[in-house]
Protein backbone atom coordinates (compact mmCIF):
# COMPACT_ATOMS: atom_id res chain seq x y z
CA UNK A 1 0.00 0.00 0.00
CA UNK A 2 3.12 2.32 1.01
CA UNK A 3 4.50 2.02 -2.31
CA UNK A 4 1.25 2.73 -4.29
CA UNK A 5 1.32 6.47 -3.91
CA UNK A 6 4.79 6.60 -5.11
CA UNK A 7 3.16 4.37 -8.87
CA UNK A 8 0.63 6.81 -8.46
CA UNK A 9 3.18 9.82 -8.26
CA UNK A 10 5.11 7.97 -11.45
CA UNK A 11 1.84 7.67 -13.17
CA UNK A 12 0.68 11.44 -13.06
CA UNK A 13 4.16 12.41 -14.04
CA UNK A 14 4.26 10.14 -17.50
CA UNK A 15 0.22 11.59 -18.15
CA UNK A 16 1.14 14.94 -17.81
CA UNK A 17 3.66 14.07 -20.26
CA UNK A 18 1.73 13.01 -23.07
CA UNK A 19 2.58 9.22 -22.38
CA UNK A 20 -0.46 6.57 -22.80
CA UNK A 21 1.62 3.46 -21.95
CA UNK A 22 4.26 2.79 -19.64
CA UNK A 23 6.71 -0.13 -19.10
CA UNK A 24 7.03 -2.00 -16.25
CA UNK A 25 10.85 -1.30 -16.42
CA UNK A 26 9.65 2.37 -16.94
CA UNK A 27 7.54 2.63 -14.58
CA UNK A 28 9.82 1.16 -11.87
CA UNK A 29 12.39 3.59 -12.91
CA UNK A 30 10.14 6.47 -12.22
CA UNK A 31 8.91 5.25 -8.66
CA UNK A 32 12.56 4.09 -7.35
CA UNK A 33 11.37 0.40 -6.62
CA UNK A 34 12.73 -2.90 -8.97
CA UNK A 35 10.23 -4.12 -11.59
CA UNK A 36 9.71 -7.40 -10.13
CA UNK A 37 8.05 -5.61 -7.05
CA UNK A 38 6.44 -3.39 -9.33
CA UNK A 39 4.56 -6.24 -11.48
CA UNK A 40 3.82 -8.10 -8.32
CA UNK A 41 2.39 -5.34 -6.29
CA UNK A 42 0.41 -4.30 -9.44
CA UNK A 43 -1.08 -7.77 -10.25
CA UNK A 44 -2.65 -7.55 -6.38
CA UNK A 45 -4.45 -4.78 -8.22
CA UNK A 46 -6.19 -7.01 -10.81
CA UNK A 47 -3.69 -5.22 -13.15
CA UNK A 48 -1.19 -7.16 -15.41
CA UNK A 49 -0.08 -5.03 -18.42
CA UNK A 50 -0.14 -6.12 -22.06
CA UNK A 51 3.06 -7.73 -23.41
CA UNK A 52 5.74 -5.79 -25.47
CA UNK A 53 3.17 -2.49 -24.33
CA UNK A 54 2.81 -2.30 -20.90
CA UNK A 55 0.84 -0.40 -18.93
CA UNK A 56 -2.00 1.30 -19.78
CA UNK A 57 -1.27 4.61 -17.87
CA UNK A 58 -5.04 6.23 -17.66
CA UNK A 59 -6.54 2.85 -16.35
CA UNK A 60 -3.76 2.20 -14.21
CA UNK A 61 -4.20 5.44 -12.33
CA UNK A 62 -7.67 4.76 -12.05
CA UNK A 63 -7.31 1.47 -10.17
CA UNK A 64 -4.84 2.55 -7.91
CA UNK A 65 -6.38 5.95 -7.34
CA UNK A 66 -9.91 3.81 -6.50
CA UNK A 67 -7.67 1.34 -4.37
CA UNK A 68 -6.46 3.87 -2.35
CA UNK A 69 -9.92 5.77 -2.35
CA UNK A 70 -8.97 9.00 -3.92
CA UNK A 71 -12.05 8.82 -6.22
CA UNK A 72 -13.59 11.18 -3.92
CA UNK A 73 -11.75 14.47 -3.00
CA UNK A 74 -11.03 14.18 0.97
CA UNK A 75 -11.52 17.34 2.99
CA UNK A 76 -8.85 18.02 5.51
CA UNK A 77 -8.64 20.54 8.73
CA UNK A 78 -4.88 21.85 9.57
CA UNK A 79 -4.98 22.71 13.23
CA UNK A 80 -1.94 25.36 14.01
CA UNK A 81 -1.20 27.51 11.34
CA UNK A 82 2.15 28.70 13.10
CA UNK A 83 5.36 28.37 10.58
CA UNK A 84 4.54 24.78 9.78
CA UNK A 85 0.96 25.23 8.79
CA UNK A 86 1.35 28.53 7.56
CA UNK A 87 3.92 26.42 4.97
CA UNK A 88 1.60 23.38 4.53
CA UNK A 89 -1.67 25.69 4.14
CA UNK A 90 0.33 27.85 1.14
CA UNK A 91 1.08 24.40 -0.43
CA UNK A 92 -1.11 23.76 -4.03
CA UNK A 93 -0.19 20.34 -4.43
CA UNK A 94 -2.75 18.65 -1.98
CA UNK A 95 -5.67 19.60 -4.68
CA UNK A 96 -3.16 17.87 -7.42
CA UNK A 97 -3.44 14.72 -5.21
CA UNK A 98 -6.50 14.30 -4.36
CA UNK A 99 -7.30 16.38 -1.18
CA UNK A 100 -8.87 19.61 -0.50
CA UNK A 101 -8.01 21.79 2.69
CA UNK A 102 -11.35 22.68 4.01
CA UNK A 103 -10.60 24.67 7.58
CA UNK A 104 -7.79 26.00 9.08
CA UNK A 105 -7.40 26.41 12.94
CA UNK A 106 -5.59 28.15 15.65
CA UNK A 107 -5.89 28.89 19.36
CA UNK A 108 -4.36 32.24 19.09
CA UNK A 109 -7.00 34.75 18.62
CA UNK A 110 -4.51 36.73 16.53
CA UNK A 111 -4.15 34.45 13.88
CA UNK A 112 -8.42 34.27 13.53
CA UNK A 113 -9.80 35.77 10.64
CA UNK A 114 -6.11 35.14 9.22
CA UNK A 115 -6.82 34.54 5.41
CA UNK A 116 -4.68 31.82 3.69
CA UNK A 117 -4.99 30.29 0.30
CA UNK A 118 -8.70 31.18 0.11
CA UNK A 119 -9.36 30.31 3.38
CA UNK A 120 -9.68 32.14 6.97
CA UNK A 121 -7.87 30.84 9.82
CA UNK A 122 -11.13 30.00 12.44
CA UNK A 123 -10.69 29.31 16.24
CA UNK A 124 -10.39 25.94 17.55
CA UNK A 125 -13.42 26.53 19.64
CA UNK A 126 -15.65 26.19 15.85
CA UNK A 127 -13.94 22.92 15.19
CA UNK A 128 -16.75 20.91 15.79
CA UNK A 129 -19.40 22.68 13.87
CA UNK A 130 -16.89 23.62 10.87
CA UNK A 131 -15.83 19.74 10.82
CA UNK A 132 -19.66 18.67 10.73
CA UNK A 133 -20.42 21.24 7.91
CA UNK A 134 -17.24 20.67 6.01
CA UNK A 135 -17.33 17.01 6.29
CA UNK A 136 -13.82 16.48 7.06
CA UNK A 137 -12.52 13.56 6.84
CA UNK A 138 -8.61 14.00 8.03
CA UNK A 139 -6.99 16.61 10.74
CA UNK A 140 -3.31 17.69 10.24
CA UNK A 141 -1.99 18.77 13.64
CA UNK A 142 0.85 21.25 13.74
CA UNK A 143 0.72 22.62 17.24
CA UNK A 144 3.42 22.56 19.91
CA UNK A 145 3.57 18.95 21.03
CA UNK A 146 2.02 19.98 24.17
CA UNK A 147 -1.51 20.89 22.76
CA UNK A 148 -1.35 18.33 19.76
CA UNK A 149 -3.04 15.61 22.23
CA UNK A 150 -6.05 17.44 23.35
CA UNK A 151 -6.48 18.72 19.47
CA UNK A 152 -6.80 14.95 18.57
CA UNK A 153 -9.34 14.65 21.53
CA UNK A 154 -11.23 17.54 20.03
CA UNK A 155 -10.60 15.88 16.29
CA UNK A 156 -12.18 12.48 17.21
CA UNK A 157 -15.16 14.26 19.52
CA UNK A 158 -15.74 15.96 16.09
CA UNK A 159 -15.99 12.65 14.24
CA UNK A 160 -12.16 12.93 12.41
CA UNK A 161 -11.18 9.27 12.36
CA UNK A 162 -7.57 10.36 10.54
CA UNK A 163 -4.83 11.99 11.83
CA UNK A 164 -1.46 13.60 10.36
CA UNK A 165 0.45 14.43 13.37
CA UNK A 166 3.55 16.90 12.79
CA UNK A 167 3.91 17.20 16.41
CA UNK A 168 6.53 15.43 17.59
CA UNK A 169 4.69 13.46 20.49
CA UNK A 170 2.69 10.00 20.75
CA UNK A 171 -1.30 10.47 20.95
CA UNK A 172 -3.48 8.57 21.97
CA UNK A 173 -6.56 7.87 20.02
CA UNK A 174 -9.34 5.38 20.17
CA UNK A 175 -9.49 1.84 18.46
CA UNK A 176 -10.79 2.94 14.75
CA UNK A 177 -8.87 6.24 14.40
CA UNK A 178 -6.00 6.31 12.46
CA UNK A 179 -2.87 7.76 12.81
CA UNK A 180 0.20 8.73 10.51
CA UNK A 181 3.33 11.00 11.93
CA UNK A 182 5.87 13.21 9.97
CA UNK A 183 8.84 13.87 12.07
CA UNK A 184 11.32 14.99 10.37
CA UNK A 185 14.71 14.87 12.70
CA UNK A 186 13.60 10.91 12.87
CA UNK A 187 14.43 10.83 9.26
CA UNK A 188 17.66 12.95 10.16
CA UNK A 189 18.34 10.70 13.03
CA UNK A 190 18.20 7.64 10.33
CA UNK A 191 20.46 9.30 7.80
CA UNK A 192 22.41 10.30 10.68
CA UNK A 193 22.87 6.74 11.79
CA UNK A 194 23.59 5.56 7.55
CA UNK A 195 26.83 8.26 7.89
CA UNK A 196 27.86 6.83 11.24
CA UNK A 197 27.81 3.36 9.66
CA UNK A 198 29.36 4.41 6.59
CA UNK A 199 32.08 6.27 8.35
CA UNK A 200 32.60 2.83 11.07
CA UNK A 201 33.34 1.24 7.96
CA UNK A 202 35.69 3.22 6.41
CA UNK A 203 37.55 3.37 9.97
CA UNK A 204 40.52 0.76 10.39
CA UNK A 205 41.14 -0.37 13.91
CA UNK A 206 43.34 2.54 14.93
CA UNK A 207 41.87 5.17 13.46
CA UNK A 208 43.16 5.26 10.12
CA UNK A 209 40.88 5.57 7.42
CA UNK A 210 40.78 3.01 4.44
CA UNK A 211 43.00 3.68 1.70
CA UNK A 212 40.14 2.10 -0.56
CA UNK A 213 37.52 3.93 0.48
CA UNK A 214 35.50 0.97 1.48
CA UNK A 215 31.76 2.02 2.15
CA UNK A 216 28.58 1.13 2.49
CA UNK A 217 26.04 0.68 0.10
CA UNK A 218 23.65 3.61 -0.59
CA UNK A 219 19.87 3.26 0.63
CA UNK A 220 16.76 5.33 -0.12
CA UNK A 221 13.15 4.78 2.23
CA UNK A 222 10.57 7.05 1.64
CA UNK A 223 9.97 10.00 4.36
CA UNK A 224 6.80 9.44 6.68
CA UNK A 225 6.36 5.74 5.24
N1 LIG B 1 7.16 16.72 11.73
C1 LIG B 1 8.13 17.52 11.35
O1 LIG B 1 8.98 17.16 10.56
C2 LIG B 1 8.14 18.88 11.93
C3 LIG B 1 8.91 19.90 11.38
C4 LIG B 1 8.83 21.16 11.95
C5 LIG B 1 8.00 21.35 13.05
N2 LIG B 1 7.30 20.31 13.58
C6 LIG B 1 6.39 20.44 14.71
O2 LIG B 1 5.24 21.09 14.21
C7 LIG B 1 4.62 21.81 15.26
C8 LIG B 1 4.45 23.26 14.82
O3 LIG B 1 5.71 23.86 14.62
P1 LIG B 1 5.79 25.40 14.25
O4 LIG B 1 7.20 25.74 14.08
O5 LIG B 1 4.81 25.68 13.15
O6 LIG B 1 5.24 26.06 15.63
P2 LIG B 1 4.55 27.47 15.81
O7 LIG B 1 4.69 27.80 17.27
O8 LIG B 1 5.03 28.44 14.80
O9 LIG B 1 3.00 27.19 15.49
C9 LIG B 1 2.16 26.45 16.32
C10 LIG B 1 0.76 27.02 16.18
O10 LIG B 1 -0.12 26.17 16.93
C11 LIG B 1 -1.06 27.04 17.57
N3 LIG B 1 -1.67 26.33 18.70
C12 LIG B 1 -1.15 26.12 19.94
N4 LIG B 1 -2.02 25.42 20.68
C13 LIG B 1 -3.10 25.19 19.93
C14 LIG B 1 -4.34 24.55 20.14
N5 LIG B 1 -4.64 23.95 21.30
N6 LIG B 1 -5.23 24.51 19.13
C15 LIG B 1 -4.95 25.10 17.94
N7 LIG B 1 -3.81 25.74 17.67
C16 LIG B 1 -2.89 25.78 18.66
C17 LIG B 1 -0.25 28.26 17.95
O11 LIG B 1 -1.09 29.38 18.20
C18 LIG B 1 0.61 28.44 16.71
O12 LIG B 1 0.00 29.26 15.75
C19 LIG B 1 5.54 21.66 16.47
O13 LIG B 1 5.04 20.59 17.27
C20 LIG B 1 6.87 21.28 15.86
O14 LIG B 1 7.67 20.53 16.75
C21 LIG B 1 7.35 19.10 13.01
Given amino acids: MARLPEYLRALHNLAEAGDDTVSSEGLAAAAGVNSAKLRKDLS ?8 GVGYDVALLIDQIEFTLGLTQRRAVALV ?39 LNVRHISDLAVVAA ?49 VDLAVELQILSFHEHRKSSLTALPGGLSSPN ?5 GTEEAVGS
Wanted: aromatic content about 6%; some cysteine.
Fill in 80 to 118: GVGNLGHALAGYAGFASRGFRIAALFDADQARVGEPING
Fill in 133 to 181: AESIAIGVIATPAAAAQDVADALVAAGVTSILNFAPCVLSVPEGVDVRK
Fill in 213 to 217: GLAAT
Fill in 44 to 51: HLGSYGTR
